[in-house]
T-cell receptor
Framework: RKEVEQDPGPFNVPEGATVAFNCTYS??????FFWYRQDCRKEPKLLMS???SGNEDGRFTAQLNRASQYISLLIRDSKLSDSATYLC??????????????FGKGTKLSVKP | DAGVIQSPRHEVTEMGQEVTLRCKPI?????LFWYRQTMMRGLELLIY????????DSGMPEDRFSAKMPNASFSTLKIQPSEPRDSAVYFC????????????????FGEGSWLTVV
């Protein structure tokens, strides 16, 4: 099983739709979780961190389910500008030292007019 | 503030040639990462440094790849000799010293070096 798995999509949705992505991770010791966004031919950029209690940033909501080892990203009222690839990122920290950031392959979202 | 700076942005080279990619991390960041991205394999960590010391190079594909960080503001990734299968986007990234729960875990990427080996 891959360390971080995502549905590659593409998810093709109309403007205004609500869309959700899931990401599963294999290492139960993983401690930090993030969603990154990558536009075509650009570098990945942090979209939001994922906290145990769930967190919301405008139209975006991220949730973590440790028992089932998955994180999710919900986008409400999707905009054309949301079209991008969304990367799930997992970190396992080793004691006091920082661990590797493991990226999923990403889920491609295309929002149509 | 300047972000992570990479050079060259694009390089086309012939098989067998040496390729050197350069990176300047964000000032004050303790961690520097080299990633490679392809359509097939996604974003793969090649190596990362903490305070200029290589911590994990298990992602380096083979001996043809080497990375150095002679000081806090500069790192190189070399491929010698290069092969067509090395064609990819190579990202350098850096982050601060933050803990898991803090914003210091945010990793900032450079714009990437687009390498084509023919």
């Amino acid at each position: 099983r891959k360390e971080v798995e995502q549905d590659p999509g593409p998810f093709n949705v109309p403007e205004g739709a609500t869309v959700a992505f899931n990401c599963t991770y294999s290492n139960s010791a993983s401690q930090s979780f993030f969603w990154y966004r990558q536009d075509c031919r650009k570098e990945p950029k942090l979209l939001m961190s994922v906290y145990s209690s769930g967190n919301e940033d405008g139209r975006f909501t991220a949730q973590l389910n440790r028992a089932s080892q998955y994180i999710s990203l919900l986008i409400r009222d999707s905009k054309l500008s949301d079209s991008a690839t969304y990367l799930c990122v997992v970190i396992k920290n080793y004691g006091g030292s920082q661990g590797n950031l493991i990226f999923g392959k990403g889920t491609k979202l295309s929002v149509k007019p | 503030d300047a972000g992570v700076i990479q050079s060259p942005r694009h390089e086309v080279t012939e098989m067998g040639q040496e390729v050197t990619l350069r990176c300047k991390p964000i000032s004050g960041h303790d961690y520097l990462f080299w990633y490679r991205q392809t359509m097939m394999r996604g974003l793969e960590l090649l190596i990362y440094f903490n305070n200029n010391v290589p911590i994990d190079d298990s992602g380096m594909p083979e001996d043809r790849f080497s990375a150095k960080m002679p000081n806090a503001s500069f790192s190189t990734l070399k491929i010698q000799p290069s092969e067509p299968r090395d064609s990819a986007v190579y990202f350098c990234a850096s982050k601060g010293r933050g803990t898991a729960a803090s914003s210091g875990n945010t990793i900032y990427f450079g714009e990437g070096s687009w390498l084509t080996v023919v």
